[in-house]
């Protein structure tokens, strides 16, 4: 026998007869509690674990894990033990001993336990446990195939396969699993059943009824197996159908169904059935022959799949592909488990036999395998669900950055399990990704929408439409940024060209003011005057108040802003000035225009009697020969009160943001934004609308 240094993780308590199992700690600092707790106790390889009966103790270990070893021989060398299986789970059936003693006993119930060693099955592939008023059969792997009809309830290991007819005909299986709690195992119960999930359950949760072994979960398979189907007939007086047609109907429902989930063998009775019947007219007898004639096609086709089947199964053994021949195995369990020609069991027979007589390590390796290929499915899975999400955006923006980031973590687990389709579009996603998460711009959409985009091609009038992807051409959510760009450029244009004006308006004005006369005797030599820069809050508060000499709208009174017509926009008295500059959000100017202004504050009959008196004054001064003293004027009257005017608002306010549009949900002034207001965007557009307002 060749030295086998595969590590031992479990042992029995006491001596090598004994029955009560122990799971060593794979860490260092568990172990050292482990060898504490069970000070002074001795630990073998016991005749139960089907080990060579030989004392072991503990190794501990830093830098791998902890494990059982045997005491070497007496001359030295290291000992050599045939016992199969090593592992964490070479315990299980002692564990389900263990549970199944305590949880009968709780019951009133004492058992007895077997383990049986049929067809040469190594110790530990199942367990019959038996009591008084009934008994089970634990299939702990799959060296030995389930018996359902010898008055023995088989319960299954997770990994011994269930063909769909089983569950069909006995509605539901009962399995179990061990899991790993600390150094103990503990054992669940689970039931499953046709198109529906296994659900576990707590040993505690079970129970033992008159048709065995029940759980929570077997009580609503009964119940809704025992509930009466719903009539489909309308409660008027139903038409008598005779019978013959009756069982026609009834077996052309029964062959759909059998074909749904793909049984063989019930297409098969289904289809000898309706061969048999007579007495039908003759449409119905059309309709049947043509039903059995494709279900015969389609009985071929199975055949020459289940024959491809078992040519894979035969090669994939004779290559020792174990991680093939578990998959085919696995499907010949859920397809082919009956009927099986001599051929066939003899395939079958070789494929088990090969994959029983695997060792513990590459045993593990092919579970770790098919645990790896089952995440891979799950993470196709994912990435499709994704990909699907995804199909109305053709651009990366920051609300799909945890989406983007599941998308390409799966299509890496994913691997060859994508379609040519999904990789590429995956990739695409992964090229965004790396340019980083591009910004929406907040346009409105009555703006942009005046406009062509220059990327989708979507004309005035028209929303963008998707250019990337599978949806391709479908109305896009928001307008593409080339499109709203366009508008902002020209809002830039626009305002730099309004500054500009301004800029040379005021420059004219400076030009044209005439410079102060000073009196003869008064004259001296002239200097530059170079005026010492201010800071601080005199240099704030003087900034402050020459802005405010520069707003004409503050120097004009309001009632006086309309009076006059406006040099610029023609609009006519009374008449608001139109909003050429695109300063507010209407089309009508939040103020009158400066040339406006200007003109009221420039008009003669602004000037009071006053001012008439002085202008009149100073003229006389500066004349050679005083004329004749003029009458005074009378002061004019009071001017009435003129009726109220259209205003676009008052000069001095401040814009909030409900009393403006918001740029991204399109809400109406004093309407408040969905689905979470008020937006960014509009805030800062009812700033942008105070920021023009002031100046």
Known sequence: MRDDRRQIQTAVLGSVDSQEPLVLPLEAIELDAFRKRYQGQSFWCGTWLDGCGRQLTTKLYVDRACHFAHHPDPGGLPHVCGRRSRGVGSADHLYVRSAAAAWLAGRGEQATFEYTRADGAPIGSVVDVRWRHGALRVHLDRAVTPVWDDGVEPVLGTMVPVDRDTLIRRWYVHRIRLDSVGTARHVQIGTEAFARPVEWFALDECQMTERGLSTPAVEKIVQARAAPRPSLWSPGKARKVPEPEARAQALLRRLVYARRIESVPVVKQVCADIEDLTGVDEELQEQLEAAVRHARVWLAEQDEARRRLFDSLDTAVEEQKPGQVRRLLLRVNATAAEDRTDAESAVYERASTYFNSLDDLTRDAVEAEADTEKEAHKAAARVRSVLQRLRGYDAYTPDLRSQVGELVRSATLAGELLTRGEARRVEVWKKREARGPQEQLGVARRYWIRRSCPRCNAQ?????????????????????????????????????????????????????EPAPEVPGHEARPTRPFQERPQSGREGRARAARMNAAARLHHQVPRGDWYRMLCPRCHAGPGKLCENDDRVGPSAKRQLPHDERLRRVLQSDDRRGPGEQQEGTRDKRQHQATPPARAKVRPPRPRRREREPQETAGTAARTWHAREVTCPKCQARPNSPCTPHGPHHERVEWAKEFTRKLWG
């Not at 940024?481 to 005021?506: C, F, S």
């Open 460 to 512: 005035q009038g028209k929303d963008c439409v998707l250019v990337e992807g599978p949806n391709s051409g479908k109305p896009r959510k928001n307008g593409h940024n080339e499109r709203l760009q366009l508008e902002l450029d020209e809002r830039k244009a626009a305002q730099k060209k309004a500054r500009q004006q301004v800029k040379a308006r005021q420059e004219v004005e400076a030009a044209a």
